[in-house]
């Protein structure tokens, strides 16, 4: 978990990027990053953008953020993990690309330079984070496909700032925070607030599955993009997963040989999902909640690593 900030001033009648109105945003999110700072401005002060680290692969330097590309012509502050990095890196080492750490960050940077926007669907992982490129003059942002790591801003038509936090955002003296009636009435139904709402008018959630560019050379169409739909997905596959004859609620639908062909699918693909996310520089445990998906997490780890570090709670009163 790391916190990421950043401040584009496109409008060219907007002020520029307030240094102090930056790092006021990063640090209230040093709770997600306090293993180290950093923060960028650009030379005219259009643009900045800042970091708040926990370090979790490459613990060097050579990790830290906002980090470059060598040309100097991307920046990124990112937040997450990308599972698959290791792949991706050794496909664009062997496109001529060079590397000079061993973050995931810094291949979200090279793949970007190969693929521009379309790099999203070639990641697995979690992910949010913010690309300056300094050749379109534009600041491209994205966020998992799962929502997993979140992604907020505020646009007012001239200056977009964004965040990990809500609260970071609020940082800012220039953001509307007069009340959203649909993230309160989202809050007092579902007990959540539905995206892209917040409390507050100004300040928006980036979906799950969505990317934004703003582009100083064109103020125009400064929308969300969807670039993956979980309930679409869920929803195209659903009917093609049960027997036929068999509806999805079918108390016999365990004992159908297709549904144990799906079980194995099922235990195979948790396998592989818990063995990419056991790709870390530092220890990583598992949190016991006492509940099924907990457990079964921990004896899928179990096969792969004998020795499991886990932690659970517990409560006198019980």
Known sequence: MCGLAAIFAYSPDAPGVDPDELVAIRDR???RGPDGAGEWIS???????AHRRLSIIDLSEAGAQPMWNSQRTLCITFNGEIYNYQALRT????????FHSG??????????????????????GMFAFAIWDATRRS???????????????????????????????????????????????????WGSIPDPFTL?????????????T??????????????????????????????????????????????????????????????HHLIADVPVGIFLSAGLDSST???????????????TLGFEEY
């Open 43 to 49: 030379p005219d002060g259009r643009v900045g953008l």
């Open 200 to 212: 507050y008018r100004g300040i928006r959630a980036l979906p799950a599955g969505h990317t934004l």
């Open 297 to 311: 997490l921990t004896a899928l780890v179990s096969e792969i690593h004998p020795h499991v570090r886990t932690v």
């Open 103 to 124: 973050s995931d960050t810094e291949v979200l940077l090279h793949l970007y330079a190969q693929k521009g926007a379309d790099m999203v669907h070639d990641l697995r």
């Open 29 to 31: 999110m040093t709770a």
């Open 139 to 189: 600041l491209f942002c994205a966020r998992d496909p799962f929502g997993i790591k979140p992604l907020y801003y505020a646009d007012d038509g001239r200056t977009i700032r964004v965040a990990s936090q809500v609260k970071a955002l609020l940082q800012s003296r220039h953001i509307d925070t007069a009340p959203e009636p649909a993230g309160h009435v989202g809050f007092f139904l």
């Open 91 to 98: 496909s664009l080492s062997a496109l001529g690309y060079s």
């Open 214 to 275: 703003i582009s100083q050379l064109s103020t125009l169409n400064h929308q969300p993009k969807s670039f993956c739909s979980i309930p679409e997905l869920l929803g195209s596959t659903r009917a093609s997963r049960v027997p036929s004859g068999a509806s999805p609620d079918d108390s016999d639908l365990n004992l159908h040989p297709s549904t144990l062909n799906a079980q194995e699918l099922l235990r195979d693909s948790l396998r592989d999902s818990v063995r």
